[in-house]
């Protein structure tokens, strides 16, 4: 999802409403939202497929929005 995508789906709702995140991945887990950036990233797989960001360097070629999440409210 782009951001501008998320806004005009966002925009639709009480401007007052909690944002929470939900999964149904291994289980039903709610997570709270504790900051939004941007970073340069790369996307990866891990060997048994599961998707994973890397850091590590400085140069790498895709920014993307990082919304940082908790399981603790």
Do not use: H, Q, W, Y
């Not at 806004?7 to 900051?35: P, R, Y």
């Not at 941007?38 to 990866?44: D, G, N, Q």
């Not at 990082?66 to 399981?71: G, H, K, S, Y």
Request: negative net charge.
């Amino acid at each position: 999802m782009k951001v501008r995508e998320l806004l005009e789906k966002l925009s639709k709702l009480d401007s007052e409403l909690e944002v929470v995140c939900f999964s149904e991945d291994n289980g039903s887990v709610c997570f709270d939202i504790t900051s939004v950036s941007a970073a340069k990233v790369e996307k990866l797989r891990l060997e048994d497929g599961n998707p994973c960001l890397s850091f590590k360097m400085d140069e790498l070629p895709e920014s993307v929005a990082i919304l940082e999440v908790t399981a603790d409210f």
